[in-house]
């Protein structure tokens, strides 16, 4: 089944804070906290870590460049900080990434964005 074939919206709005969702399989319900950015921390690699570029092991106090870097895996799809909602418990926070929903290009430019016009502080919706 490739990618063609399987159905994804295209995301263009951010979910609103409060609100309450059903989980795309119908499980659980979350409310939305707010929209966040999954970040990958380069210091959870093992050691040595392996670098593509150089083709070699190098120890982890000689890596180069920043420790947070964008997920790669997550960076097509929108992720919120969310609060599971389960009949009978407490709310759990937790972090939910909608693989179901795809970001047009323009709002992908906006969550994920390397220009440095979008660290902005009044860039904060799209």
């Known amino acids: 089944m490739g990618l063609a074939s399987q159905n994804f919206s295209e995301e263009d709005v951010l979910l609103e804070h409060g609100t ?23 210091e ?15 120890p982890s106090w000689k890596r ?14 929108p992720s919120y ?6 009949p009978g418990s407490r709310p759990v926070p937790t972090l939910l990434t909608l ?3 795809r970001f047009t290009p323009a709002m ?12 902005d502080e009044s860039n904060f919706s799209p």
Do not use: M
């Not at 969702?21 to 921390?41: A, N, T």
């Not at 460049?65 to 799809?77: E, L």
């Not at 900080?81 to 389960?86: F, H, I």
């Open 20 to 42: 309450i969702h059903e989980s795309p399989g119908g499980q659980y319900s979350f409310r939305v906290v707010g929209p966040c950015c999954r970040l990958f921390d380069r």
């Open 44 to 58: 959870e690699l093992p050691w040595p870590c392996s670098r593509l570029a150089w083709k070699s092991k190098e």
């Open 64 to 77: 180069v460049g920043c420790r947070f870097v964008p997920d790669i895996a997550t960076r097509r799809c």
């Open 81 to 86: 900080s969310v609060e599971l909602l389960q």
């Open 99 to 101: 693989f179901s929903n």
């Open 108 to 119: 992908q430019e906006w969550w994920y964005s390397r220009h440095p016009r979008s660290k």
